[in-house]
């Protein structure tokens, strides 16, 4: 043996190349890496509905978790496209309410007050499927929030993560 060198991890570079070319398998693993960016910073959604979806209450109208809604894609898409009328949950179609495609109601037949807010950053309907696809494969039926998960939505290390250790 001694002086032949030992070529035999040569043999597996191209599974450790094709491993992490391919990435975790996940169903629409595209969409939902998208909607985790757009839940995160453009939309802002963890500014209300917390990394983990079950809400942040410390301005007191917490909303309701996203880990236990029994809402579907579509319904999640309305919900984010449309807002809900009298609440703080804002309307990230930007033609929302100028027309009657949220819940049929125009934006001149409810009182201005309850208008859903308007964000900083819209969302195409492209983006509003991807947040929608994010939120079924990260939240729904997923129990209480893990520390594993708070590592992938922050990045490892990140001690905000640290009261979730086990
Ligand atoms: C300013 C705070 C705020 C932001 C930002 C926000 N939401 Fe909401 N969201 C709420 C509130 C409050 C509700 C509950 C409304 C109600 O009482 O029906 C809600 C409700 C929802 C619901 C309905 C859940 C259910 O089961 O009824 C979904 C889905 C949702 N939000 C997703 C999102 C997504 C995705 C984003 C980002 C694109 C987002 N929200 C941004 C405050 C916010």
Redesign the pocket.
């Given at each position: 043996m001694a002086g032949r060198p030992d070529f035999g991890w040569i043999r597996f570079a191209p599974v450790v190349a094709a491993a992490l070319f391919v990435g975790p398998p996940a169903l629409a693993q595209d969409s939902v890496g998208r909607g985790q960016e757009?839940?995160k910073e453009k939309?802002?959604?963890q500014?209300?509905?917390a990394w983990h979806g079950n809400g942040d209450s410390s301005f007191g109208?917490?909303?309701?978790s996203?880990r236990t809604?029994?809402?579907n894609k579509e319904q999640?898409m309305e919900?984010?496209s449309c807002g809900?009328i009298g609440?703080?949950?804002?309307s990230?179609d930007t033609l929302a309410y100028t027309d009657d495609r949220c819940y049929g109601v125009r934006g001149t037949d409810i009182d201005k007050k309850d208008r859903p807010?308007v964000?900083q950053n819209p969302?195409t309907r492209d983006e509003?499927g991807a947040?929608?696809d994010y939120?079924l494969a990260t939240f729904v039926g997923k129990g209480e929030p893990t520390y594993a998960e708070c590592q992938v939505f922050w990045g490892g290390g990140n001690s905000r993560c640290d009261p979730y250790k086990k």
């Open positions: 757009i839940f939309g802002n959604c500014f209300c509905h109208n917490a909303p309701p996203l809604t029994n809402l999640l919900v984010v809900r609440t703080t949950m804002p990230f807010p964000p969302l509003i947040v929608a939120v």
